[in-house]
T-cell receptor, first 116, second 113 residues
């Protein structure tokens, strides 16, 4: 069964500090991996998308890495700000020609709280 | 402005009363999808559509129907809502589905009593 596991479940850091969130997956055949940021009560917003051949992608202070061999990804947040407080969701999708074309598997998310 | 619009934002209904949650996107995206989000369970895909007249089940399709008669709209239909369908629902669209950025609607909070 395709699964996406995120850790830690929640994290509290001080403003200005860095942090790293983890995502391990068993989804196969792999198409792409996306990280989303979801503020409370709002829809998720895409941060990064990575395909099999990409191992690093940045979006401002957010840097995602992907190791397709070990099926692991991480999201690194640099110099955290209060506005980074949100849930961060890892999503892995299957290849288009698979019978499950169009399916995505979501992790449960990591809730990040940035304190002043 | 590029956006995905869901309506209504909030809905309280009674068990068994058919309802429809609308979703519309103005980006000419081919791929659209519905998700529900429950505490401790994350986002789960209900149905998705790769293009007009092409729909398929996600991970939790029971109790839901969808249709895709035109590219911009992808309504979610609950023929006979039950209390276990109380949840926060999100519609999303993307240009070609799996390889491109997904845009989410603002969410519909549904309560079935």
């Amino acid at each position: 069964k395709n699964q996406v596991e995120q850790s830690p479940q929640s994290l509290i850091i001080l403003e200005g500090k860095n942090c790293t969130l983890q995502c391990n997956y068993t989804v196969s055949p792999f198409s792409n991996l996306r990280w989303y940021k979801q503020d409370t009560g709002r829809g998720p917003v895409s941060l990064t998308i990575m395909t099999f051949s990409e191992n690093t992608k940045s979006n401002g202070r957010y840097t995602a890495t992907l190791d397709a061999d070990t099926k692991q990804s991480s999201l690194h947040i640099t110099a955290s700000q209060l506005s980074d407080s949100a849930s961060y969701i890892c999503v892995v999708s299957v290849l288009a020609y698979n019978t499950n074309a169009g399916k995505s598997t979501f992790g449960d998310g990591t809730t990040l709280t940035v304190k002043p | 402005e590029a956006q995905v619009t869901q309506n209504p934002r909030y809905l309280i209904t009674v068990t068994g009363k058919k309802l429809t949650v609308t979703c519309s996107q103005n980006m000419n995206h081919e791929y659209m999808s519905w998700y529900r989000q429950d505490p401790g369970l994350g986002l789960r895909q209900i149905y998705y559509s790769m293009n007009v007249e092409v729909t398929d089940k996600g991970d939790v399709p029971e109790g839901y129907k969808v249709s895709r008669k035109e590219k911009r709209n992808f309504p979610l239909i609950l023929e006979s809502p039950s209390p276990n369908q109380t949840s926060l629902y999100f519609c999303a669209s993307s240009f070609q589905g799996l390889h491109t950025e997904a845009f989410f609607g603002q969410g519909t909070r549904l309560t079935v009593v």
